[in-house]
């Protein structure tokens, strides 16, 4: 298998890319964000994604698409511009359809990071079989994208909010070591990094503040077969904070001061699973962008608004659901989730 965007579903501080543990303050919330309690933002931060952009074809017991607009920067994106201002870094090749250009531009999506190379853009085509819980990869073909080298220009390396899609962790230490004071880093990986470069996924994880893995990458990666052992191994190998996605079973959140799980939506059109996890991944970052908090009750939204985004991109090919909806959809979602997660403790006995 070869590396390619979110198919599988899916630092800062006193030194520019500092390490994330070197940031934790004495409250324990991430970043350097406002106080619990304090105002939304008056503006919504930035956000930088560093990622894929592809072309994918896919079939699934429900349909197939081919060369849609796909890549873990797309889906992020699209995702995450409902929130805040999202600037993208990724390449493309000269036969990028001009009209997936329009697509992210009329979405207030920030293309100066955007590279056409010479050459083809990254495709990728895959099956799922009718559980939908693992793409079967059929053809990749990286094209421009093997030779991909982010080109971090002032604006980007002063955004205050980094997403690194799942590409080489050398190149997320490199970009992680361009960026100027971020308030918040978020890493994703794959199995595929994770077999290869294990010792470089590690240290991404103790240089960002939050790392997202799905549940058989967090195992792999930690060593263990249970999920809690190994979002607890991640954190004594040196994360700050973990996010473990668990697809139809929601959502893990572990750091050493909280922990908490949020549930996954109650989908019932789901079409394709191909790029949930950037979806996961933009209404986590976007919300927190949005409303410039960091404490518990934020990070516990925010994972409710990643879980609402990851459930309306699985509801049809490509990010079409994501170019869909609307703050009014979200919104609703995001209330549902909270109802579902949330009642009056009374005493048990």
């Not at 992210?104 to 819980?133: I, M």
């Not at 922990?259 to 996961?280: C, H, K, N, Q, W």
Request: proline content about 5%; aromatic content about 6%.
């Amino acid at each position: 298998m070869s590396p390619r965007g979110a198919r599988e579903g899916g630092a800062g501080g006193a030194r520019s890319g500092g390490r994330a543990a070197a940031r934790r303050r004495e409250d324990g919330r991430l970043g350097g964000a406002a106080r619990s309690g304090a105002r939304p933002a008056a503006a919504p931060a930035e956000i930088v994604v560093v990622g894929s952009v592809a072309l994918d074809s896919v079939r699934t017991p429900f349909g197939e698409s081919g060369d849609a607009l796909g890549g873990s920067a797309s889906y992020f994106s699209l995702s995450a511009c409902h929130f805040a201002p999202v600037r993208m870094v990724a390449v493309v090749g000269e036969d990028f359809p001009p009209e997936h250009r329009e697509t992210f531009r009329s979405r207030g999506v920030d293309l100066e990071g955007l590279e056409t190379a010479p050459g083809r853009t990254f495709r990728w085509r895959g099956e799922y079989a009718v559980e939908l819980g693992h793409a079967h990869t059929l053809e990749t073909q990286l094209n421009v994208f093997s030779d991909f080298h982010p080109r971090l220009d002032d604006r980007h390396r002063a955004c205050p909010f980094v997403f690194l899609a799942n590409i080489d962790p050398e190149l997320q230490l490199e970009v992680l070591g361009q960026m100027r004071r971020p308030r918040l880093t978020v890493s994703d990986t794959m199995n595929y990094w994770i077999a290869r470069k294990p010792d470089r996924v590690l240290e991404v994880l103790r240089r960002v503040d939050v790392a997202l893995l799905n549940e058989e990458e967090a195992k792999s990666l930690a060593g263990e077969t249970q999920l809690v052992r190994a979002a607890d191994r991640l954190l004594d190998q040196g994360a700050s904070a973990v996010i473990v996605k668990k697809g139809e079973h929601g959502a893990l959140y572990r750091s050493r001061e909280e922990r908490f799980i949020t549930p996954a939506y109650p989908v019932e059109a789901l079409t394709d699973p191909t790029g949930a996890g950037d979806s996961f991944a933009g209404g986590f970052i976007g919300w927190l962008a949005r409303c410039g908090r960091d404490d518990g009750h934020a990070l516990r939204q925010a994972l409710a608004c990643g879980t609402a985004m990851a459930s309306i991109a699985i509801e049809d090919f490509s990010p079409r659901r994501l170019l869909e909806t609307d703050r009014e959809e979200i919104a609703r979602r995001v209330g549902l989730l909270h109802h579902m997660a949330s009642f009056d403790l009374q005493p048990v006995f």
